[in-house]
Structure formats: structure tokens, C-alpha cells
């Protein structure tokens, strides 16, 4: 079973930034992030493989979120630019054992979530 908790969620105006973190208690093959907003289904933000070379992105959000990971430190990021109201929702980390999160794959095929952190952007 692997535990992951997130933090770097806020509050921030449009055009500001925010680095979201999300730290796992053991190797995991496949991390990424999704979103939920209010009345809305959980969406694909990000994902990223083993060895960080290789990443995806929701259209949405291309060219100004960055997903990361660090796996000395069991830890995947994500940096938020440019930020725009329209991204307002709860973040919730997502990591896999076997398959890889990217765009299509469904949140419940998801095997491992966080908790779950709080991003608001301001108009």
C-alpha cells in the first residue's frame, strides 16, 4: 500500500503561480495529478513515467503546467503557471503501479490517490 500526501495548494490571483508537491511512501511506477472542481466530473491534469522522461498534459493545460518527479525523494511536482480561474478546483495526486497516467486513462483505473489539496485563483 502506498500513502500520498500532498501539499502547496492556496490561494493565488490570475497570472500567479503555485508548485503543488506530492510525496509517496514507496517507489511507484506512474504518478500524475487530476482536478476536480465543484459539480464536476475528476479530470486528467498531468502525468509522468518512471524515469521523468516522459510527460503528458490535458490540452488545458499545456505550456503552463510542468509535472516532475524526483524519486530520490519519492516525490512528484507539479508547477503551476499563469494560472487562471478557470483552474480553480482540488488537486489530488494519483499514482499507479502498472499503468501509465496520461491523457485517457480513467480515474477509476487509478490505483493509488491523495488526499486531495485546495487551489483557488482569484479573477
Known amino acids: 500500500q502506498v500513502q500520498l500526501v500532498e501539499s502547496g495548494g492556496g490561494l493565488v490571483q490570475a497570472g500567479g503561480s503555485l508548485r503543488l508537491s506530492c510525496a509517496a511512501s514507496?517507489?511507484?511506477?506512474?504518478k500524475g495529478w487530476f482536478r476536480q472542481a465543484p459539480g464536476k466530473e475528476r479530470q486528467f491534469v498531468a502525468g509522468v513515467n518512471w524515469s521523468g522522461d516522459m510527460t503528458y498534459y490535458a490540452d488545458s493545460v499545456k505550456g503552463r503546467f510542468t509535472i516532475s518527479r524526483d524519486n530520490a525523494k519519492n516525490t512528484v511536482y507539479l508547477q503551476m503557471n499563469s494560472l487562471k480561474p478557470e483552474d480553480t478546483a482540488v488537486y489530488y495526486c494519483?499514482?499507479?503501479?502498472?499503468?501509465?497516467?496520461?491523457?485517457?486513462?480513467?480515474?477509476?483505473?487509478?490505483?493509488?490517490w491523495g488526499q486531495g489539496t485546495q487551489v483557488t485563483v482569484s479573477s
Open positions: 494519483a499514482a499507479d503501479s502498472n499503468n501509465l497516467i496520461r491523457v485517457g486513462v480513467a480515474p477509476s483505473a487509478i490505483e493509488y
Open positions: 514507496g517507489r511507484i511506477f506512474s
